[in-house]
């Protein structure tokens, strides 16, 4: 089975995730994703984040309805874990969570990891970066202010390839596959989602209505649980 592993803050989850996971689910004929809400120690944050139990409930609540999404506490802090100590409150390397991951994985299931380009920018100073992309396939998706046309600029030095076999990509809407030795990226054009979870948290904070970004049981959720005042 081709499974999918969507890692983000997820404060909060919102439609643009989601328009994310459906668009790699169709492309990639995923069996099904995971959402890793990641657990960001203190001293890691850049702005402080909602305690991972906030964050996995509205996992837990936006991807209800989809049968091939999947909550999962594979980055959980230590005692949100439900009673079973798995490990400390350690910052989490996706190649460790891919690792944890495919121990529970068939020999034949196939990984693709799920992320905007925003985050894949950064991707070169990923721990063992390298290893990633050995390890499963990339679907890297579009977002407003950041083009997929420098995907391949993105990648870690000793996997970017010459100029010229990425012209083609150059050409907007990206939308085709970039395959390199060692690398496969599949290209998400405009996903038309614009919604961001900083917006979000800004609207919250300002008292406005959130069901522009998301949907109902997440947006009840924040005003029940008083979230992002
Ligand atoms: P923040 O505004 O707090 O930075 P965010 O909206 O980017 O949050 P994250 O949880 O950081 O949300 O994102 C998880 C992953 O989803 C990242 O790989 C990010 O690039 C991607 N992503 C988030 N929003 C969108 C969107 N609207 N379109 C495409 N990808 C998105």
Redesign the pocket.
């Known amino acids: 089975m081709n499974i999918g592993l969507f890692g ?4 909060p989850v ?1 439609r ?2 989601l ?2 996971a459906r668009a790699a689910l169709e492309r990639c004929k995923l069996g099904r994703i995971y959402f890793v809400p990641a657990n960001v120690p203190p001293h890691k944050q850049r702005q402080p984040l909602s305690p991972f139990l906030h964050r996995f409930t509205m996992v837990a609540l936006a991807t209800a309805e989809e049968k091939a999404f999947v909550p999962s506490l594979l980055e959980a802090p230590e005692e949100t874990e439900f009673g079973r100590k798995v490990r400390g409150d350690k910052p989490n390397y996706t190649i460790d969570t891919v690792r944890r991951l495919k121990q529970s994985l068939k020999s034949s299931d196939k990984l693709f990891l799920l ?5 894949f920018a950064d991707i070169a100073t990923w721990h063992e970066a390298e290893v990633l992309f050995r390890e499963c396939e990339f679907v890297v ?1 579009g ?1 407003p202010g950041y083009s997929l046309a420098d995907v391949a600029n993105a990648l870690p030095e000793s996997l970017r390839p010459r100029a010229e076999v990425t012209k083609p990509f150059h050409k907007q809407p990206a939308t085709g596959d970039l395959v390199l030795p060692g690398v496969t990226i599949h290209l998400l054009g405009d ?1 038309k ?6 917006a979000i948290r800004e609207a919250a904070a300002a008292g406005k209505p959130l069901g522009r970004f998301l949907d109902a049981p997440v947006a009840e959720y924040i005003r029940k649980m008083g979230l992002y005042k």
């Open positions: 983000g803050t997820f404060d919102h643009g995730h328009a994310l992320i905007g380009m925003d985050a998706a977002r996903l989602q614009p919604a961001s979870a900083t």
